[in-house]
């Protein structure tokens, strides 16, 4: 009986002590403080490659402001829907427009982004790397 105490004790402890981390809290902690660069966009099976090339980035500071090289620069969020996990964005150009956008998050990791949107039911991936 003892045994069976001490196992419990211990399963109860184990499970007790560990500590849940949010998605979006996960989420934003991979995006952050980075460059983001785009390697390349898949459009209706058509792919192109920026690899190597001096293109589209964007920045993610973990404070929720964002700039990219369009001059765009603003605010964003991270939201979950239906388990899925979306960035929206706020902004402003240059000139002063505003400039939104929402891509859901399709894969990210520590070194890689893959988000995506539709416009009149195409989708649109775009894939973005970063050297940290």
Request: charged share 20%; proline share 1%.
């Given at each position: 009986?003892k045994?069976?105490?001490i196992?419990?004790?211990?399963?109860?402890?184990?499970?007790?002590?560990?500590?849940?981390?949010?998605?979006?809290?996960?989420?934003?902690?991979?995006?952050?403080?980075k460059?983001?660069?785009?390697?390349?966009?898949?459009?209706?099976?058509?792919t192109?490659?920026f690899?190597g090339?001096?293109?589209?980035?964007?920045?993610?500071?973990?404070?929720?402001?964002?700039?990219?090289?369009?001059?765009?620069?603003?605010?964003?969020?991270i939201?979950?829907?239906?388990?899925?996990?979306?960035i929206?964005?706020?902004g402003?150009?240059?000139?002063?427009?505003?400039?939104?956008?929402?891509?859901?998050?399709?894969?990210?990791?520590?070194?890689?982004?893959?988000?995506?949107?539709?416009?009149?039911?195409?989708?649109?991936?775009?894939?973005?790397?970063?050297?940290h």
């Open positions: 009986m045994k069976i105490f196992v419990a004790l211990y399963c109860f402890s184990l499970y007790a002590c560990t500590k849940e981390v949010d998605s979006i809290s996960y989420t934003q902690s991979l995006l952050s403080n460059t983001w660069f785009l390697d390349s966009t898949i459009k209706e099976n058509t192109k490659s690899i090339k001096s293109t589209y980035f964007i920045q993610f500071s973990n404070t929720g402001k964002t700039i990219d090289s369009d001059g765009i620069t603003g605010n964003y969020t939201e979950e829907s239906n388990k899925s996990l979306s929206f964005i706020e402003t150009t240059q000139n002063g427009s505003p400039a939104k956008y929402n891509y859901l998050i399709e894969q990210i990791g520590s070194d890689q982004l893959i988000v995506s949107f539709q416009i009149d039911g195409i989708k649109t991936k775009k894939i973005f790397s970063t050297t």
